[in-house]
């Protein structure tokens, strides 16, 4: 039957109410591994708690400490990284190489956010962009921006499928910009929050009030929102929505950051061919991005728009490359496995749900859906996919209602999409409504440029893969580097997080302050300092 997971609220780990407590299954045996519920105790205190002790425990620390104790921090969790990537492979059916993407990702982004610490002025606010100047020509009066942190709480709700990084990387921006957390895991992941938030409260390290764990429904959270407050939300665009329309977002103001789905996108450019190590890069890559977290990813490649002369060979080439990997999918936690099961047999519905949308549209060119049979595990067993890949029908690639370019299926599965003209791309990868992220794979800087220009108001982040690039065995599109934002427009919910000190701006105001150049100096120095320290 395994633990029962309790919540970390005000201080004290608390066991769920004995109603409404939920198994948590291991999606390779079907077998439970732990029971969770949310917390027998008022949303409303845990958060009042926060923002009443948290807050002024954070402040009181300054920037300079709360970077040296991120790194601190990430030291914890570098001493934990084996027993915590056999957890997510246990509780998430990642490979170990899918587990280290997620936990070595979360230590990463602490890793950064403290260096980044140790490069601004100390003081417990950010500067803003720019120090004091007058506001208008000659002028006796100064202004500058401040950003302050917003007196409230930061409740950050995650989705199942970056448990570590997601629930690290939310909380490493907030404690550093002078927000406290309340975090609450999405049920699959919820053991690895667990134990991280463990060992995260166990390391003395954070002040008080400054980091919560919410396991169980995050609704009740939402019904005591005030006015300061910021939700950062990662999920799905459907609960997204319901996050904005929260009629306490609604009545208060506070402030929400939505990070949703996506239907990126991968662009073959028309100067390649199959002699070319762009196209070789291309295959690679978008091998990688179906099949890493057997597709669940927010920043995975759904759609590859592939010149139409350069299908046949591409086709063959992705097939080439997916055959293995499809013949290597079982059991995570055996060596030769490529690609674990799906994070339950409700998402594993969910996805093969999406694949008879998609074959109203497309002609299936690898995998099959309904496979039994998996590496290291009996038939039956498990949540288990294998990849498949679709190609438009011609008639459908041009229609923004064609279910490649609407719905975003979960799982190992992307569609290729023949075009001619360059000039449609734009908007054709505008018909996802709003992506993460976008790769253009071409050595020809004419192409580059103007299929760049047209894709970038799309997206959050857009991927070059040019001659010199593709020499680099870099990462593929789907990595997030905590220097640039995550996030995108439309349907992956307009939000933005991580991109540097950027990441910080979510949980601060941002306040003009306006007096004399001896006030305005005066007040400057008591907040945010006066001098950039050396590393
Ligand atoms: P989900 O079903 O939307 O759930 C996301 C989180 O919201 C979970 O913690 C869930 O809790 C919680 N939730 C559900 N209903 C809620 C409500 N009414 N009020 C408050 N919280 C609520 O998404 P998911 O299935 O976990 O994750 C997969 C989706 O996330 C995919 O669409 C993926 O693209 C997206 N995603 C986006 C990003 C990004 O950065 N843009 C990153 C990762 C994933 P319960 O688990 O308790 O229901």
Redesign the pocket.
């Known amino acids: 039957m395994g633990p029962q997971l309790g919540s970390f609220v005000v201080g004290a780990w608390r066991q769920p109410s004995s109603a409404g407590v939920e198994p948590v299954r291991n999606p390779t045996t079907d077998e439970t591994i732990a029971s969770f519920g949310a917390p027998d105790f008022d949303a409303g205190e845990a958060l009042a708690w926060a923002r009443r002790v948290g807050c002024a425990s954070i402040e009181a620390l300054g920037w300079a400490r709360r970077g040296q104790l991120l790194a601190e921090l990430a030291g914890v969790l570098t001493r934990a990284r084996d027993e915590l990537l056999q957890l997510s492979i246990l509780c998430g059916g990642n490979t170990r190489d899918d587990a280290k993407f997620d936990i070595d990702g979360a230590i990463g982004v602490l890793k950064t956010y403290a260096a980044l610490a140790r490069e601004r002025p100390d003081g417990p606010w950010l500067p803003g962009a720019g120090g004091s100047e007058p506001l208008f020509p000659r002028s006796v009066l100064h202004g500058r921006q401040l950003l302050v942190p917003r007196r409230g709480v930061a409740v950050q ?6 448990p570590v990084w ?1 629930m690290v990387g939310k909380l490493a921006v907030a404690f550093l910009a002078g927000m406290p957390v309340v975090s ?5 992941g919820s053991p690895l929050a667990v134990r991280v938030a463990e060992l995260l409260t166990a390391s003395g390290g954070l002040p008080d009030g400054a980091f919560q764990l919410w396991l ?4 009740p ?2 019904d005591h929102l005030e006015p300061l407050d910021v939700v950062a ?8 929505r ?2 904005r329309g ?1 009629p306490r977002v609604v009545a208060t103001g506070a402030r929400v950051n939505v ?4 239907i990126n996108a991968a662009i073959v450019g028309l100067d390649l061919d199959p002699s070319h190590t762009s196209f070789a890069r291309a295959v690679r890559d978008c091998a990688f991005e179906i099949t890493q977290k057997a597709g ?3 920043t995975a490649t759904r759609r590859i728009f592939v010149p139409r002369p350069l299908i046949p060979p591409f086709r063959e080439a992705l097939v080439g490359a997916l055959e293995p990997i499809a013949g290597q999918t079982g059991d995570p936690s055996l060596a030769e496995v490529r690609m674990g099961p799906l994070a339950s047999a409700q ?1 594993r519905s969910r996805v093969r749900a999406g694949i008879e949308g998609l074959a109203r549209w497309a002609r299936p060119v690898f995998g099959d859906p309904q496979r039994q049979g998996f590496l290291g595990v009996g038939p039956g067993v498990g949540a288990f996919l294998e990849p498949v890949v679709f190609e438009a029908e011609d008639r459908a690639a041009a229609l923004s209602e064609a279910a490649f370019h609407r719905d ?1 299926v ?1 799982g190992p599965v992307a569609t290729l999409i023949p075009y001619d003209d360059p000039s449609v791309l734009g908007a054709w990868v505008g018909f996802g409504g709003g992506s ?1 992220v976008a790769t253009l794979y071409s050595s020809d800087d004419g192409f580059l440029s103007r299929v760049a220009r047209d894709v970038a108001p799309w997206v959050g982040r857009l991927v070059l893969v040019d001659a010199v690039s593709d020499l680099a065995t870099g990462p593929s599109s789907g990595a997030v580097f905590p220097g640039l934002p ?3 427009p439309g349907r ?2 307009d ?1 933005s ?1 991580l991109g540097g000190p950027y990441g910080c701006l979510l949980y601060c105001q941002r306040v003009g302050l306006q007096g004399t150049e001896h006030g305005v100096q005066r007040f400057s120095e008591a907040t945010v300092g006066s001098a950039v320290r050396q590393r």
């Open positions: 709700i995650q989705a199942f499928n970056f997601g609450k895991p999405a049920a699959p169980g429904s995050g609704a959270l939402l939300f990662t999920g799905s665009a459907e609960t997204g319901l996050v929260h990070e949703a789905d996506s669940q990813k927010c998402q975003e979960f993460l995550h996030g995108g992956a919910g939000g997080e």
